[in-house]
């Protein structure tokens, strides 16, 4: 903080004035001081990152948000905003003498124009009350991920959140349109206009996935998708993984683009079936769900293409299912999975990583084999269709010994994404968690250049700070535009070695 | 100025192998280009751009060159990186739908190797353009209701910095969230960010069938703007909704592109056809614009939310008749996206445009002049110019700066002189 003079607060290490404008602002029932109350607010979906916030405020309208942002940008004191806190990457972790921004508060649906196929809504909006809120207009909203029943739209924004379904709908980025956000100085304004057409650059694509480093979302309007028609999730159980990869390949290669295509291993299932059994075919080494969405009359033909490729690749039991309630009860097993193996062990790592949809069978051979060198037990479950891997690495946290070996594992999936050509995260998003593996992925001219974005909007690094990249960029300095030498230099001050 | 020209060009020719004077084919709006480099590789398109930037040279990156005369020609320009030799298809994983190209490739190249394994990227573009002109241009037509513009088909880039820094964002997997998205900000930035030099698509499947569902409406725009709503949320999945109106006021045609399988297809045009009362064609009606063009006269393009539809054809017919002009309207109208096309000699454009702007001038839309003759542009009333509203014009400016702090890359050619 520049500002010395200004007295901390015993209970929450905030500046005094800092937690009096706040109080102005937002109103006295909405700023957290109290310690106890603050650590509810110390993590999000990773638990593994703690951090309790200097302050908590939970504003109301976009110009409080403008006015809390203002007040930390004239303190110069850090500031993070947080959705429904599921996120899996540490993307929400406070900073110790930040305020934590929370948008709950704001979660009204303001609009839905249904001939435009367009909803206006506010950040804390959850993401399954949009679609809700579009039902009755035969309309639904096609990002979904896992945790949509409580995730907010605001986050999904955020992290350009994706969901089993992104294969063939496309992530939060191509569905949103249009953003009013609070830049990192306080200012509303808006990116993009709600008609998908970009009047200069296309600062709403480079904002949405941004991770909160580069302003506050207030509101945002989305693009509504038609109900399909007809939907139909097919099961196939396999007695390999390798079989069921097959499937998957010959699906694409027959130029089909299912809704989701998702597998399961063996040890997922397990924990699936007895945390909701979820009644999958018995003793199979592998599930496969291919949901198939749109007009009647294609879904029929890709129906029976899909059944038949399923058998040709060896599985020994295909279900298919067209109502919506047995649909959900498939469903149940899969979007258990995380949960679920939580039974199997007493803590675990969910990894994120991507590789060529053409290289998951070489990946899973080699996951494999990590888990057996490291004696770490690994489940699989993943987005198939566009080789998002979600390895949950199961470990037993008491042991110090085991913890450290579940942490190497982890990393070394990572890395074998990152050789197959992959990623390091296909929709939980970097974060805090995942920034030491970015110099892996990308050179230091790439993360340099990232940051150029960062320091248009957000020079003085004050807006979730300590996010995605490793190494903060010095926004003054322009590398090799620099004509004289540092103020430092010249004056005595430093030397150059 | 002749010493300091022979040192650019000594250096530029250390950079790059194929380096040439400019002529007076290279010239962009009458200003001929001192040095047309041609970089064979990303090493020496790096070397270029560092050169360039010793020397404080303009730059202007060049493709086939069909849309350096739209928008704002570039207030300077020294060099022109010409990307026609960096024009290979670096990979194409048909198994995981993408390809990896060279800026310099031209499209009908490279669909047609995609088309060998089934496969496309999904824009209705010139087939003479290049990759790298697509992307900086942000061109689309028809099937952008469906597949969006070349920043959703995106899903990394590789783009050399004004002071010659290459860099990359995104990667070869379609899902991917790490770091920024740096396609996003290069995708329609006309040079003016950096230089692009290759572009991984996601790809979709070449559509096994497809069916035209057209009809013509009779000068109502209630009625027109419904039917237009009907297609585009139908769930029977249109891949593109086109309509146009060849004079202010008078009939327009509406035509609905449907793909998929064989059978599909026929059961759901058919189905299209009774809700539109339209008829089923195999083939596009003769107006149907697989290619967006200006053809030496003013384009203006006017995005809206679509319930604004008929609001929007009324407010052509009455900015036309106030001005005396006669426009054709044309465009993707399920996407919320028209055009306006006027002759070369159509006579009071910049009246239309400002007479547009004001009955159009809310915040859900934007009316912009994508490309005009200069005497069109000298016209346009100020501030707003070619653009007219451009919200976050600050930003804006302060990506320009960090990216290019001298101003050096195709220097004007965006709003308020950036």
Known sequence: ?497 | MTSSRTVSADSLAAACSVLREGEADDAIDGVVPAFVASPGDVGEAAALLRAAASHDLAVVPRGSGSRLGWGVPPSRCDLVVDMLRMDAVVEHAAGDLVASVQAGARMNHVLGMLAASGQEIALDVPGTATVGGVVASGLCGPRRLRYGSPRDLLIGITVVRADGTVAKSGGKVVKNVAGYDLGKLFAGSAGTLGLITQATFRLHPLPGARAFVSTTFPADSGLVASSVAAAANSPLVASAVELYRPVPAGPVSVSVLLEGSRDGVAARAGALAELLGGSVSGEPPAWWPWGIEADGGTLIRVSFWVSALATVLDAVSAAAAGNHVTPAVYGSAGAGVLYVGLPPDAGDVAGFVSSLRLSLGGPRGSVVVVAAPAAVRAELPLPGGLFGRVPSLGLMRAVKDQFDPGHRMAPGRFPEGI
């Open chain 1, 1 to 497: 903080m520049a500002d010395t003079t200004v007295m901390a607060t015993a209970a929450t290490g905030a500046p005094v004035a800092l937690t009096a404008a706040m109080t102005r602002i937002c109103g006295a029932s909405n700023v957290v001081t109290d310690p106890l109350e603050l650590r509810t607010y110390e993590c999000d979906g990773l638990t593994s990152h703690r951090v309790t916030p200097a302050l908590v405020v939970l504003p109301g309208s976009a110009e409080q948000v403008a006015a809390v942002v203002s007040e930390c940008a004239a303190h110069e004191v850090p500031f993070v905003a947080r959705g429904s806190g599921t996120g899996l990457s540490g993307g929400a972790v406070p900073h110790s003498e930040g305020v934590l921004i929370v948008m709950t508060r704001m979660r009204k649906i303001l609009e839905i124009d249904a001939v435009a196929r367009r909803a206006v809504v506010e950040p804390g909006v959850t993401n399954l009350a949009v679609t809700e809120a579009a039902r009755p207009f035969g309309m639904f909203y096609a990002p979904d991920p896992s945790s949509q029943v409580v995730c907010s739209v605001g986050g999904n924004v955020a992290e350009n959140s994706g969901g089993a379904h992104c294969l063939k709908h496309g992530f939060t980025v191509n569905h949103v349109l249009g953003l009013e956000i609070v830049t990192p100085a306080g200012e509303l304004t808006w990116l993009g206009d709600g008609t998908g057409v970009v009047n200069g650059y296309d600062l709403l694509g480079a904002f949405t996935g941004s991770e909160g480093t580069l302003g506050i979302v207030t509101k945002i309007v989305v693009k509504l998708t038609p109900a399909p028609q007809a939907v139909h999730l097919v099961l196939a159980a396999y007695h390999s993984m390798e079989a069921g990869g097959r499937a998957v390949s010959d699906i694409i290669g027959a130029g089909i683009v299912p809704a989701a295509i998702e597998m399961m291993d063996a040890l997922s299932i397990e924990a699936a079936e007895a945390a909701v059994h979820c009644a999958y075919p018995q003793g199979a080494a592998a599930v496969l769900l291919v949901e198939l969405d749109g007009p009647a009359a294609e879904v029929e033909a890709e129906l029976a293409t899909v059944r038949s490729l399923c058998a040709a690749a060896g599985a020994y039991e295909i279900r298919a299912a067209d109502d919506p309630a047995e649909r959900a009860r498939i469903w149940a097993g899969r979007k258990s999975a995380f949960a679920a193996v939580g039974r199997l062990s007493p803590a675990y790592i969910v990894q994120d990583g991507v590789v060529p949809r053409t290289a998951l069978g070489e990946v899973l051979a080699r996951i494999w084999e990590l888990s057996q060198e490291a004696g770490i037990r690994v489940a699989n479950v993943f987005h198939a269709g566009d080789g998002n891997l979600h390895p949950l690495v199961l470990y037993d946290d008491a042991s110090a010994s085991e913890t450290e070996a579940a942490e190497v594992l982890s990393g070394a999936i990572l890395d074998t994404c990152i050789a197959y050509g992959g990623s390091i995260t296909g929709e939980h998003g970097v974060g805090l968690d995942k920034s030491r593996y970015m110099p892996k992925m990308f050179t230091a001219d790439d993360l340099d250049t990232m940051q150029l974005v960062r320091c248009a909007f957000d020079p003085a690094s004050l807006c979730n700070p300590g996010k995605i990249f490793p190494t903060p960029r010095l926004c003054g300095e322009v590398p090799g535009h620099r004509r004289a030498p540092h103020p430092a230099v010249a004056s005595g001050q430093a030397e150059i070695f």
